[in-house]
């Protein structure tokens, strides 16, 4: 029996070395409490939470620590100084991301994942699914289904969460050229995308689908303005169903959520062909008018 133990026990030891050591090499998280409101979970490569106006957005628990993961160092703080260097097609500036999301009356839950893994996406949506967040904004794409294999398989696993996709900005239609984890199809996931600005470089314009596209965002947040790519218009398009439709989100989940909301942006501007969803702040106080 002790042969089997002391191994073990050298595991975890190492385990919790290695979580201190790479928790060590980050600025702590600082002193603060849960904003409160609707949790909005948002994968990104890392955000740096010692700005105060990141700090402020994101979810803690009732000691006032982050609900939020590394799967990066494998710790709970997704922290990168960096992260303004990451690529579109992997999300861009997390903080950007976590500014899109207005407050009060909403906070964040912060995921970094590891692009080099594609398994830490399947880690993210499991993770997410033991925290308050039932709406998950991923901002990210690519051209190889393998890379977004485990995530759909993770989104299949966790019917009760809605996953709000960004179509991609390379300006396809991605009807004929899919990137994923859009061209999927998934039930409870809902692809959104930019409007198309007239002019300028057509390759950095927001992707279309008649198919595949299932709404355009034209939300605006408190701090940012209309989206000007597909991952803004992800962001903006939580924020607009945290603020102007939180009875939807107290009573349905997954895809039956998806349904409803697009439901109701329908009615707002009817006779469109493709759906339009804003953020209209006058409208957020009274929200059963919707």
């Known amino acids: 029996m002790m042969r089997r133990v002391v191994p073990l026990l050298a595991a975890v030891a190492l385990l ?26 948002i994968l990104s490569t890392g955000i740096d939470y010692t700005l105060s106006d990141i700090a402020q957005r994101l ?7 982050l609900i939020g993961w590394d799967f990066v160092d494998n710790d ?9 260097d990451t690529p579109a097609a992997w999300g861009g500036d997390g903080n950007a991301l976590v500014r899109g999301i207005g407050r009060p009356g909403r906070r964040v839950v912060a995921v970094r994942i590891d692009t080099r893994d594609p398994v830490s996406l399947a880690k993210a949506v499991a993770f997410v699914a033991q925290t308050p967040a039932r709406v998950v904004v991923v901002p990210m794409w690519s051209g190889a289904a393998s890379d977004w294999a485990a995530f759909a398989m993770a989104a ?19 009807d004929r050229e899919p990137v994923w984890p859009a061209a999927f199809g998934l039930a409870n996931v809902l692809v959104v995308s930019a409007p198309i600005a007239p002019g300028g470089d057509a390759s950095m314009r927001a992707n279309t689908g008649a198919k595949t596209v299932a709404a355009i965002v034209e939300g605006r947040g408190e701090t940012v303005g209309p989206p000007q790519d597909s991952r803004q218009a992800a962001v903006a398009a939580a924020d607009a169903l945290a603020t102007c439709w939180p009875q939807l989100l107290q009573r349905l989940r997954g895809e039956a ?8 942006v329908a009615k707002v501007r009817p006779g469109l062909e493709k759906p339009f969803i804003e953020r209209c702040a006058e409208r957020a106080a009274t929200p059963t008018q919707r």
């Open 16 to 41: 919790w070395t290695g979580l201190a050591a790479a928790q060590g090499r980050k600025p702590p998280l600082p002193p603060g409490l849960d904003p409160g409101g609707v949790a909005i979970a």
């Open 59 to 65: 979810a803690r628990d009732g000691e006032g620590q």
């Open 76 to 84: 709970i703080r997704p922290f990168n100084s960096k992260s303004a």
């Open 156 to 174: 299949k696993a966790f019917p009760d969460l809605l996953f709000i996709v960004a179509a991609g900005d390379e300006g396809r239609d991605i």
């Open 257 to 264: 959520l998806k349904d409803a909301l697009l439901a109701e």
